[in-house]
């Protein structure tokens, strides 16, 4: 199998499966112990969380607090409900964004929903207008998850606090790999994403900034989150924050240079989905004119590549995010996404792409 799905989840890095396995082994002491208890056990199990905890805080900007939550789902659906008052969001967000939102102004909450442009990015003109006195929150992802586009979080966060709103980031896609503005005041990550392990992220919240709980209890994370968390699973996310850190410059390179081979091997026949310029590398979305994407899938299960996002797929729906940016249904229908990072191989993403050139050419 060639991984080429990055956007839906990572492989799991070596370092974070180690940093969990004495938290899960039944012969490794007290691993069972819980992290909120006071005995010595539970006092070893809050420390190796703490440890994760300050991991994952360096690729963050000072000044906040992190709060462990079950995923990006939870920590955005946390910062959102936690609010209150008129939220401005965008077209292309997540469905954890966008369906949170709907329900929101389903019980009154002024909701507006701004659209992007042909490259996929917010105008910020448009959003000028937009972000008036009133607003309360403004959300919008650092990087698509579809499309790769990186979206002008800084300036947004400025016509945010211009009227004393909060901005929150999606940065389950960029944390790590794209700098996180310093001006943002909410910030939503999951583990599973920079190769750490599914079941955890994180909510990180600007001191100052109080939110509403979602889930009530023992309160057990500082800014108010109730449960009692996994010291196995805060341990991988914490390693995998540290190797994020690590090895960015290595990372980095690595995927630029996929990035740069894998757009040169696509002709003329294939059309890149969203902004060039303002884009992660390590997302290449692409569109073909007729190309049966469910025939091309199934005819290549050997390459695991994608035609949206995971969290849409089995919908019978178009992209939204491909409509966002002008795409007919036709050609949102005819796009698929690679994804690819640190432990993809260049002479296997170039051997899968031969591979879906010439399957694409045999439909003609």
Known sequence: MT?????????????????????????????????HSAHAPGRAAKAAI???????????????????????????????????????????????????????????????????????????????AVIAPGTKLVVAMLVN??????????????????????????????????????????????????????????LWVRDGVDLVPLLHGGGQEAPGRSGTLSPALCAGFGAAARLMREHATADAAHVDRLAQVARGRFGADWTINGSLEHRYPGNLNLRRSGLDVARLMSELRDIAFSAGSA???????????????????????????????RYTREDALMAAIDRIIAAAEAQR
């Open 145 to 202: 998850n579809e499309v790769g586009v990186v979206q002008p979080i800084a300036e947004l966060a400025t016509l945010a606090h211009r009227v004393d709103a909060l901005m929150l980031v999606d940065a389950v896609q960029g944390y790590g790999r794209v700098p996180i503005p310093a001006e943002v005041d909410l910030v939503a990550l999951s583990a599973h994403k920079i190769h750490g392990p599914k079941g955890v992220g994180a």
């Open 3 to 35: 991984y080429l799905d990055y956007q839906a989840t990572t492989p799991l890095a070596p370092e974070a499966f180690d940093a969990m396995l004495p938290w899960l082994h039944p012969d490794a002491g007290a691993s069972h112990a819980n992290p």
């Open 311 to 341: 969290c849409a797929s089995g919908s019978g729906r178009a992209s939204h995010v491909l409509r966002a940016i002008g795409l007919s249904e036709r050609e949102a229908r005819s796009s698929i996404r690679l994804g690819f990072g």
């Open 50 to 128: 703490e440890v994760a905890r300050d991991s994952i805080a360096a690729l963050l900007p000072p000044g906040g607090k992190v709060a462990f939550t079950s995923g990006a789902t939870e920590a955005l659906n946390w910062a959102i409900k936690g609010t209150s008052g008129a939220i401005v969001t965008v077209a292309t967000e997540h469905a954890a964004v966008i369906d949170t939102a709907t329900v929101e102004a389903a019980q009154g909450r002024a909701v507006t929903i701004l659209p992007v442009d042909r490259q996929g990015r917010v105008e910020l003109e448009t959003a000028r």
